[in-house]
């Protein structure tokens, strides 16, 4: 075996790899390190922690740290609101849980969602995200089929999704920092969307800080679902709609094996509630190897995602027109503009292969052009609404920023 100096080169391979790994094991943490490090060994109290602050963390571990989990986390807390009745009554009585309606309306949801948790809080998308969203559920609440602890499920269900998933698949743990500014972030989009927190332990006396918060909002966001959520055919129907429908044209075994990959994501209680079926222990076993390979190259092997090459959760900027286009296309390419990466990404090929449309089939069917924060939404609601949401704005200028939302608040 040759030799280098006094290592052979074997030595010398295993000498470079460990170094490597010393360097991704480094780099990796850094960030981690640099977000708490305000807060860590006797420094500032997590109470201190501004709005601002909570929204920089939010946006690194969207654009940089986890994306994927982030992702995964919308996506997940989604289809859970399916699993409470009275939400998937709505969906079905309003026309939106079906083959026709239902891939818009996932796309115009995710989208209101991704702008909100992307934008500055005092940005104009954030707000008219905002806005949006509460003209939007302003009359099912005031007829009573949207109830207020309905919304705070589905706030609860987004935090407590990030924290679960990036826990459970991620390369690392969340620290105590980064939960209290998603608690931060939940709390203000609470407020701003007009959520009452009276079902929360410490309403009456506040909370210390945004982690008290937030631990106290996923307690009860699990507490309310095993209260409530109960096997229903509409939540059924959601089920076959938003899942099955996208394996059909690969058959029935395919149908099958994505339901269970769905269903290893929740938990037993809202499996039942939807009517999906748990993993068999091959495929679980399957997905837990693949999950904890996934963490192993990430912490080990993989350098951490520069910003140069942060993730985007929705264009930067308008077009031309003065929309946005959306990015990431699914079976249905809302608002996606044609382009060589979003017609030949591999992910946009595999999708087309397994019956996804293509961007900019049909003409303007699929809206290419892009979308307008003040006009996304269920067709009959389009062009509707600007008078509320610019007074639901004007009220949130008033409003921002409560720089320490939890500085004058001691539980």
């Not at 922690?49 to 989990?69: D, K, V």
């Not at 706030?155 to 980064?178: F, M, N, P, Q, Y």
């Not at 993993?279 to 996934?294: E, K, M």
């Not at 006009?375 to 720089?403: C, S, Y």
Request: aromatic share 8%; charged share 20%; net charge positive.
């Amino acid at each position: 075996m040759h030799a280098i100096g006094h290592l052979t080169v074997g030595q010398a391979a295993v000498a470079v790899a460990a170094l490597y790994i010393l360097l991704v094991r480094y780099a990796r943490f850094r960030r981690a390190k640099s977000i708490a490090s305000p807060f860590a060994d006797g420094g500032r109290a997590l109470s201190s922690m501004t709005t601002q602050e909570a929204s920089a963390i939010m946006n690194q571990l969207q654009s940089l740290e986890f994306p994927y989990a982030m992702n995964k986390a919308r996506s997940v807390a989604l289809l859970k609101a399916g699993g409470i009745p009275t939400m998937s009554k709505l969906f079905a009585v309003t026309g939106q849980n079906n083959v026709k309606n239902a891939g818009k309306r996932a796309v115009d949801t995710e989208i209101l969602l991704r702008e909100s948790q992307t934008q500055p809080p005092d940005s104009e998308r954030y707000m008219y995200a905002v806005a949006r969203m509460n003209y939007l559920h302003a009359r099912y609440r005031q007829a009573g089929k949207i109830l207020d602890t309905d919304l705070l499920h589905t706030l609860g269900d987004g935090a407590h999704e990030i924290i679960h998933i990036i826990d459970k698949e991620e390369w690392r743990k969340l620290s105590d920092v980064e939960k209290c500014a998603i608690g931060i972030f939940h709390y203000n989009l609470g407020q701003d969307l007009e959520i009452p927190f009276t079902p929360l332990q410490s309403s009456q006396i506040g909370w210390r800080d945004g982690l008290h918060f937030v631990n106290e909002l996923v307690q009860w966001t699990q507490a309310y679902e095993k209260e409530v959520a109960k096997p229903t055919a509409t939540g059924d129907q959601y089920v076959r709609v938003y899942v099955d429908s996208a394996g059909m044209k690969l058959g029935k075994c395919v149908t099958a094996l994505l339901r269970q990959i769905v269903g290893s994501d929740l938990d037993a209680t809202m499996r039942e509630s939807l009517c999906i079926e748990a993993p068999g222990y091959i495929l679980a076993l399957v997905l837990l190897a693949v999950r904890a390979t996934r963490k192993v190259l990430l912490q080990y092997l993989a350098l951490p995602r520069p910003q140069a090459f942060a993730y985007e959760s929705v264009d930067a900027a308008p077009n031309s027109a003065g929309l946005y286009n959306f990015s990431h296309s699914g079976f249905q390419p809302w608002y996606v503009l044609p382009t060589f990466r979003s017609l030949w990404h591999p992910t946009a090929v595999l999708l087309r292969f397994i019956g996804a449309r293509k961007p900019g089939s049909r003409g303007d069917r699929y809206k290419p052009t892009g979308y307008d924060l003040k006009t996304i939404g269920p067709l009959p609601q389009e062009g509707r609404g600007l008078e509320e949401m610019i007074a639901t704005v004007t009220d949130m200028e008033k409003r921002r920023l409560n720089n320490c939302p939890f500085t004058t608040i001691k539980a």
